[in-house]
């Protein structure tokens, strides 16, 4: 397994880490799905173990994820492995559970929300903690509060390194030079690498202040992996946030379908196949440090390794690219 520096920090991250939402289940926010099938966490702690003995030393998580329950579980987990947490890299984030506040990003929330991640996660320190997204109110009322905050925190010995994690170029460009992270966090696959792509914008921007990329939705939540029969798609559950999503519906299905053979043809038709070329196009980009996948059993894990191993050329890159990128 290979270890990746965090941007400018001195911490380092496994090239395959673990995102940890699935582990929080059904959920909402405000009213709105935001979660996951449940999990099993019997199945959960089998799957950790065995990420942990290849040599995964990150997991990443949120307070929004089953709004703390992740967290929880990650902690007891790791326990129940009689594993020590400050072995290991734990990413959480905060900005999508906003609580009684009016915004998750006043400067108390985030305090707030900072401290009970500590009691969630059984720990003294986080060492990456994100905002989770990139709105910061009207006329950005909060972005300075919220990078001041962050600042504090690292001073008294309670985050080790500060991340911003967003879904648009244009609010990366905005908060990068007021809360001055270390990494970035958003969504990069084959099909999707515009944050990553060099001469991108963001890229552009990690240059400049010398940070690096931790990848989410690497396997476009299984898309990638040629998961789903349009002719029989997914149901799933309410409070499951891909119950609307067109992505998996029929439709988009059919056409991801033709695609996904040509890479069976290519690279081989088994999962862990499908699922090492996914994870290593992305880890081929330089800026990127990590990809965290989701989880929710051994097999998954397993798959998810595969990665670790695979190796992609110029023309294997270039291949991915044409086929997968364009039209999406």
């Known amino acids: 397994m290979e270890y990746r ?30 979660g996951w099938a449940n999990v099993d966490e019997d199945a959960v702690t089998g799957a950790i173990k065995i990420a942990v003995d290849a040599g995964v030393n990150h997991f990443d998580n949120a307070d929004v994820y089953g709004n703390g329950k992740a967290e929880r579980m990650l902690a007891r987990v790791l326990k129940k492995l009689g594993l020590k947490s400050e072995d290991f890299i734990i990413a959480t984030k905060v900005g999508h559970h906003p609580g009684t506040a009016e915004h998750a990003y006043e400067p108390r929330h985030i305090r707030h929300q900072c401290e009970q991640s500590l009691i969630n996660l059984q720990r003294d320190y986080i060492d990456v903690y994100y905002l989770h997204h990139g709105w910061f109110g009207e006329n950005d009322k909060y972005l300075q509060g919220a990078a001041d905050v962050l600042d504090q925190l690292v001073q008294e010995g309670k985050i080790r390194v500060k991340g911003q994690s967003a879904y648009g170029a244009g609010d990366f ?12 966090q958003s969504w990069a696959h084959a099909m999707d690498t515009q944050f990553i792509r060099p001469g991108s914008d963001v890229a552009q921007l990690m240059e400049e202040h010398k940070m690096s990329f931790v990848a989410f939705s690497p396997l476009r939540q299984g898309i990638l992996l040629d998961k789903f029969d349009p002719d029989n798609p997914p149901q799933f559950e309410e409070g499951d946030h891909r119950k609307n999503n067109g992505s998996f519906q029929p439709e988009y299905l059919r056409q991801v379908k033709p695609k996904m053979a040509q890479l069976k043809e290519r690279f081989g038709d088994s999962i862990e196949d499908l699922a090492s070329v996914a994870l290593r196009y992305v880890l081929n980009y330089p800026n990127v440090a990590c990809v965290i996948p989701g989880f929710r059993n051994e097999r998954q894990v397993a798959c998810n390794l595969s990665g670790a191993g695979r190796q992609l050329n110029e023309d294997d890159m270039k291949f991915v690219r044409e086929l997968l990128e364009a039209g999406k």
Do not use: D, F, Y
């Open 5 to 34: 520096q965090l941007g400018h920090s001195e911490v380092k991250v496994s090239e395959i880490s673990l995102g940890c939402w699935t582990m929080g289940g059904l959920n909402w926010v405000n009213g709105t799905p935001n």
């Open 173 to 184: 460009i905005k908060a990068v030079p007021v809360v001055k992270p270390a990494v970035l």
